[in-house]
Structures are given as structure tokens and as C-alpha cells.
């Protein structure tokens, strides 16, 4: 199953370093050219690691000019002083006819109220585009509940409650379809994007020329800038995002705190 884990960046720049130590030492005290040929491919790998790094941390940084502004208010639109739970689905792909096969639920305080594979409809397969970003297959979902029988369950754990989710729009339009797939009503929650928030946070439009929209990040992107906000497990997969989320948003709320 393809693994992308969410990279450290101090962790990688430490082990960066350590590999450097090791070939200097293999250069300066090896007789035996080889390993002295290997220390320097091992030099050459970790400095230009070390650039891809700071080239990824520079690009992702946020803009430090008006952050607190930008991130107060981005913040209000997520309406926190609500009840509100974290939601993240895996599916069969992006298309108008696919559906979720995996779901998450974690409530503000980090309790997971739902997390299950769910059984997609003979309408639907598994892309391998799909495939290749979360690594389900059909096979995982033999045993798994149909979102029939799960929607009760989702319906409980977001009573009452707005829906926060990284990519608020692709979520419900996907559990929307996944509704319609089972002849099920859509649920009336308000959807609120964490990724918009963190996109107002960064700062950084997507065009430098009209400078109307900001540029939107992945998941995996605003991790690395904040490692702090990963959980172990496999990204890509709805608990371990749906988590990831939640631990962001608190993340620029501390963010907040700090600057005023």
C-alpha cells in the first residue's frame, strides 16, 4: 500500500546531519576507497536534501505581515463557539458517481465518535488514482457496513452540530452523492473549511497579479509547517486526517494567543 507519511522537517534536518557526520567520518578515517566514494554520495544526498527542505519550508511559510488579522478572521468563520465536530472521508474517487468508502468523526475535545470502511454501491469502484492516495481496495471493504446501515450512526454523532473539515466542499459533495446512491436524505449541517482558514493563514494569494483568493495547501503541506499538529498512522486515511485537522485548528487558535 503506497505510504506518504507527513515529513518532520527538524527530524529531517537532524537525520540530515547525522548522515553528514557519518560520511566525513567515512572520508577522513576509511582506507578503503569505496566507502570513502560512499561518503561523499552520502554528502552530496544530505545537502541537497537539506535544500529541498528549506525551499518547501520558504514556499510554505506564512507571510508574516497581518497573520494575527488574517488568522482572527478566518477563525470566525469556522464559528469554534459553536458545537462543532471534525469530519473526513476517504472515496472512490472525485467524479459526479462516487462515494465514500471511509469515514471519520472526532468531536472538538478529540473523541472519535465514528470511524469506519464503509461498502460502496455497484455504481462505484476505486479509482487507482484513488487508490494510490488512501491504498483501499475493494477487498478491504467485504466486511465492512454499507452506508445505509452507518448513517444512523453519522446522523447521531453530528446532531446539533457544524461540520469542520479539510476541503469542506469535496466532503459534502461526496457525502451528498453517497446519500443519493442509498436514497437517503443529505444532512442539513452547515460545512465550515479548515483549508480555507489555513490558506487566510499562510497568506499567499494564487495570483500575485489580481491578489483576490488565497492559495489553497494540502493537508500534508500544512503538517509539515506545524509537525507538532501529526498524529502516528497513515496519512490519507480519514481518522489519522480527520485528527490531523482538529489539531490545526487548535493549532492557529494558539497562534492567535501567541501574537496578541
Known amino acids: 500500500m503506497p505510504v506518504n507519511r507527513a515529513k518532520d522537517p527538524d527530524r529531517e534536518i537532524y537525520f540530515e546531519i ?16 569505496w566507502l570513502v566514494v560512499l561518503g561523499w554520495f552520502l554528502i552530496f544526498g544530505a545537502i541537497s536534501s537539506l535544500w529541498d527542505v528549506r525551499k518547501r519550508l520558504k514556499k510554505l511559510k506564512p507571510v508574516p505581515e497581518a497573520m494575527l ?37 472526532v468531536s472538538e475535545n478529540g473523541e472519535v465518535l465514528l470511524d469506519t470502511l464503509i461498502k460502496h454501491t455497484s455504481r462505484a469502484e476505486i479509482s487507482k488514482e484513488a487508490w494510490s492516495v488512501h491504498g483501499i481496495k475493494k477487498r478491504h471493504l467485504k466486511k465492512s ?53 489555513y490558506a487566510a493563514h499562510v497568506g499567499k494569494y494564487k495570483s500575485d497579479e489580481y491578489r483576490t483568493q488565497y492559495k489553497w495547501w494540502k493537508l500534508e503541506d500544512a503538517i509539515f509547517v506545524y509537525p507538532e499538529c501529526a498524529i502516528g498512522g497513515t496519512p490519507h486515511r480519514a481518522l489519522v486526517d480527520c485528527e490531523q485537522t482538529r489539531r490545526l485548528t487548535k493549532k492557529l487558535k494558539n497562534v492567535c494567543n501567541e501574537l496578541t
Open 145 to 197: 457496513p454499507s452506508w445505509d446501515e452507518i448513517y444512523p450512526q453519522f446522523l447521531e454523532a453530528v446532531d446539533g452540530k457544524n461540520i469542520l473539515t479539510y476541503n469542506a466542499s469535496f466532503d459534502q459533495k461526496l457525502i451528498n452523492q453517497t446519500c443519493d446512491a442509498w436514497d437517503l436524505p443529505n444532512p442539513s449541517n452547515k460545512y465550515l473549511c479548515v483549508m480555507k482558514a
Open 69 to 105: 488579522r488574517r488568522t482572527e478572521s478566518a477563525l470566525r468563520k469556522l464559528e469554534l463557539t459553536e458545537p462543532h465536530v471534525f469530519v473526513d472521508t476517504e472515496t472512490t474517487g472525485l467524479s459526479y458517481n462516487d462515494e465514500i468508502i471511509e469515514i471519520a468523526v
Open 18 to 33: 547525522f548522515l553528514i557526520y557519518i560520511a566525513v567520518a567515512l572520508i577522513m578515517l576509511s582506507d578503503n576507497t
